[in-house]
């Protein structure tokens, strides 16, 4: 039960409170501590490791403190993300509970930490008895937990270890400091992306924003796998936003992305698909520079060809007196999702030659989403399968961003 005068509101005003100056190693024990006024003998947070294969346990102060002195901090709690009931709860982003034992012990409760629409990792919960109301309190406190993750993320280099299982090279290092959070979305779109090889990338870049009713989308894929091709990636980032934000349209930012590498990393080529989904009329503008096409998914199927447009060249060729790339236009449904992918997902090659492919992309999407998955759970399986099929060895950047637009969901 909870203790006396602990209400619901009272617990995560304080939690609230505290953690505005809270350092994220001491996450662990205020989470606890507000488990126990609500109710619980246990409350304990695991994140989602990088590439999403496991659900780590936040350390302990003392893990924390060894942590950040490179000292290890041992071996953290890790639950396998497509073998747990942990896992369960984080991929269908529902809360699970633990079968009752036999003796009447304390049931345990797996509730996802999701900011927003973008899934963090889960909240263990354990009790006695966990009921509905219970259950409703955790919810509460887990939402909480996401918020905190994610403001403290950012600067922490303990919740950065926590979620790594090896070391970074120093070009991927570059990137990901760029790159915005995997999922966003509002009761009207969701978009998500993943990106491998996580620890190692060097090239591949994607960014999605909102701005009132429209969801910017960008996928990029700079030349190489070096150090300035993660210099490419970032530079051209910030020349979109940049150019967005100060009101430009999607030639603009073309144009600058051009202008930025012609002057500050010349000889690097980068393809593209940059565009604005107006979430209020479905209305998609887009550029391809030298990229694959996108591909539209309606009713589970691929609309064969639908956003198939003659492809301008790939940016970084201001020299040579190419115009500014034409805008397209293509009107979407309601329900229907595009799918973008730089050309190291579909020339994966496995041991023996062959190729994963276009069609086999579609399909793996499909099957994913007719079973209801949400869409960061569709991508995370799809990453997984290039995986496997090139034997964890990608010979060069996969990056897929799924965006679905669905007026009208609450």
Same mark, same amino acid.
């Given at each position: 039960m909870p203790a006396d005068g602990d209400t619901l509101g009272t617990v995560?005003?304080? =939690?609230?409170?505290?953690?505005? +100056?809270?350092?994220?190693?001491?996450?662990? &024990?205020?989470?606890a501590d507000a488990g126990r006024r609500l109710g619980l003998t246990g409350a304990r947070v695991y994140v989602a490791d990088l590439q999403q294969q496991g659900l780590v346990a936040l350390p302990t102060p003392e893990q924390a403190s060894r942590l950040a002195a490179g000292e290890g901090a041992g071996e953290l709690?890790? &639950?396998?993300?497509?073998?747990?009931l942990a896992g369960h709860a984080y991929r269908t982003e529902t809360v699970r509970l633990s079968r009752p034992d036999s003796d009447g012990g304390e049931r345990t409760g797996w509730v996802p930490v999701v900011d927003g629409i973008g899934r963090m990792g889960v909240l263990r919960v354990t009790a006695p008895e966990l009921d509905a109301s219970l259950l409703h309190r955790c919810e509460a406190l887990a939402g909480l937990v996401a918020m905190i993750l994610a403001t403290k993320q950012p600067f922490s280099d303990v919740l950065a270890q926590t979620t790594r299982t090896r070391s970074m090279r120093l070009q991927a290092e570059l990137l990901w400091a760029f790159l915005p959070p995997r999922t966003i979305g509002t009761a009207a779109v969701t978009s998500s992306a993943v990106l491998e090889p996580a620890y190692e990338v060097g090239g591949d870049a994607y960014d999605h924003s909102l701005a009132g009713d429209l969801l910017h989308l960008s996928l990029l894929d700079a030349m190489g796998h070096d150090l300035a091709s993660g210099g490419c990636s970032a530079a051209a980032l910030a020349a979109s936003r940049s150019t967005r934000r100060a009101g430009g349209g999607l030639d603009d930012v073309a144009v600058e992305i051009d202008r930025t590498l012609e002057r500050w990393i010349p000889e690097r080529l980068l393809t593209c698909v940059i565009g604005d989904l107006d979430t209020a009329t479905g209305r998609l503008r887009w550029i391809n520079c030298g990229h694959p096409a996108p591909l539209l998914i309606r009713d589970r199927h691929i609309v064969t060809g639908a956003l198939d447009r003659a492809p301008h060249p790939p940016l970084g060729l201001t020299g040579y007196g190419i115009a500014a790339p034409p805008v397209h236009t293509a009107q979407l449904q309601p329900g229907d999702r595009l799918l973008l992918f730089t050309d190291g997902v579909t020339d994966a090659r496995s =041991?023996?030659?062959? !190729?994963?492919?276009?069609? +086999? !992309?579609?399909?793996?999407? =499909? +099957?994913? !989403?007719?079973?209801?998955?949400?869409?960061?759970?569709?991508? +995370?399986? &799809?990453?997984?399968?290039?995986?496997?099929?090139?034997?964890?060895r990608l010979s060069d950047d996969a990056t897929i961003l799924l965006a679905e637009w669905h007026p009208g969901r609450r």
């Open positions: 995560l005003a304080d =939690v609230l409170a505290s953690a505005h +100056r809270l350092a994220p190693r001491a996450i662990p &024990l205020l989470v709690e890790t &639950l396998p993300v497509d073998n747990s =041991v023996t030659g062959d !190729l994963f492919g276009e069609q +086999r !992309l579609a399909d793996i999407v =499909v +099957r994913a !989403l007719a079973e209801g998955l949400p869409a960061p759970e569709a991508l +995370r399986r &799809l990453i997984q399968d290039i995986l496997v099929h090139q034997d964890q």
